[in-house]
């Protein structure tokens, strides 16, 4: 089976709409420029929870994953009351959960943003760094690759 590079090794991601608010402007009337970490935030819980496992399973499950790296590309402005669609594509999980990201202008599909997060298992009962994901997010995601084959 051939993967579309645009949905990541994996084919694995989700999508999300949001609007763009009066807060999140700066003071040139364009989303300023760190909000888009807060959009790819947005990204990253819907795509945790297409895994099934989101904040608090990891919690439950004694596991945190910190960002330890962020970076953004910023093609385009978005501005106050557009939509836009926020992809979270999974690129890697058995290391480290990484993860890229597109924003697109709902209204025009102009790429407006993309980056990539990086995040590292932390063993809260141990609080120590994992140098490989737990078994539970990598069965999680195994699960899912199995259910979409399907």
Known sequence: MKKNQ?????????????????????????????NYINYFETGRRSLLAKIKYDYYEM?????????????AKY?????????AVVKAILVEYEN??????????????RITT????????????KMESCFLCPQILVDKVE????????
């Open 6 to 34: 645009d949905n990541g090794p994996y084919n694995i991601y989700a999508e999300t709409e949001i609007s763009v608010e009066f807060y999140d402007l700066d003071p040139m009337r364009i989303v300023w420029h760190g």
């Open 59 to 71: 919690e439950e499950s004694g596991f945190a994953f910190p960002v330890i790296e962020i970076s």
């Open 114 to 125: 993309k980056g990539v997060s990086t995040q590292m298992a932390i063993d809260m009962r």
């Open 96 to 109: 480290r959960l990484r993860i890229r990201y597109e924003i697109r202008n709902a209204a025009t599909g």
């Open 143 to 150: 699960a899912l690759l199995k259910r979409e084959k399907q």
């Open 75 to 83: 093609l385009d402005s978005l501005k106050f009351k557009d939509r």
